[in-house]
């Protein structure tokens, strides 16, 4: 809580519980990864509805591990939305593997399945793409679930398989959330693909500080994640710590990824918060929801019939045509009124590295391109007072009435 009166855009949500779990751990003698993570794993999975999890120190970590576990090599080609965080490209590019951006939908800010299918289909047949100068057949696809709302995995898996591409959800804003096909059973995220990755950062729907997981009903997938998650060693520390063999080899070259217990201890206290969490921030985005619906001058979040959000994000959309003020000036007036606010994202596109390494234009990717320019994240978090809500949708709606253009002002 900041105290001044100013509503910070993220509040993490920790209390008394979380507080003794972690200092039960540092009572414990044992730090590192051992029972906490053990159990985190164990519970994370129950959660879900898959067989397997593995708990690392980022969602950055385990997006990078569920690309080596599919075998990405150098020079391939993985399909990733343009309107993403920087760590969904970056991951792939950590291979020398190139990162093929691809148009989101305007409706949910996800992947677009059939713009998707178009680069796996130039990919495939060695046509023309952007950012793409030797094509060869995809090999893996990275849909993003924006803001928790669950991105169209079912055409997403249509194309995978049509042209033999791994999928890897990064499900980082997506804990937990459901998607259906129409009239279909409800399917919880980290079941609906072959790899699912979740983060725990401080700002996320469930928090460690730093962490994050990754989940799979492969134990192959598992094992090797698991192995490369710390040096690439037969045998972790808590099993030679807990009876197990003193030795171990080196199996391969791997990463320092791995999960502390008092991080994981935490979270495993978030997680059976989880759903109570969730509940929470769809209060307050119904609240916004009512108080912003009839506001002309911007756009509400839309939530799919067949999907259930984790509401990570509330992004508004301003509609620059009836608004005097662009996005910056607005976002500028909100932080002046206390209103902590950002945006989800610049697309890749529009950042300097993937403009100037791949030759990326703005009209390469038209609905990442014009979104992202009349985006305004709202705050949305668990502990966000009815009054506070009902301040920032106030801001929000003042702003509109003084730089409403078109219509008569009282
Ligand atoms: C936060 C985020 C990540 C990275 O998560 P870390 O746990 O910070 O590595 C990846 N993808 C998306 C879409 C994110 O928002």
Redesign the pocket.
Known sequence: MTGDGNIPIHRPDVGDEEIAAVTAVLRSGWLTTGPECHAFEEELAAFVGARHAVVVN???AALHLGLDAVGVRRGDHVLVPAL??A??AEVVAYFGAIPVLVDVEPRTLCIDAGAASHAAAMLAGGGPYPGVRAPSPGKAILP?HYGGQMADVDGVAEIARHHGLRVIE?A??ALPSWTRAPRGPWRSVGTTSEITCF???AT?TITTGEG?ALVTDDAAIADRARRMSLHGLSNDAWKRNAGGRWDYEILDTGYKYNLTDVAAALGRVQLRKANALLEARRRVAERYDALLAAVDEVEIPTVDDDRRPSYHLYPLRLRRARLGIDRDGFIEALRERGVGVSVHWRPLHLHPYYRDTFGLRPEHFPVASAEWRRLVSLPIYPSLGDEEIERVAGAVRDLCRRHARGRLRA
């Open positions: 980022s969602c950055t993403t965080f760590a969904t993003v990064d980082a804003h983060s725990f950062y996320k994050g």
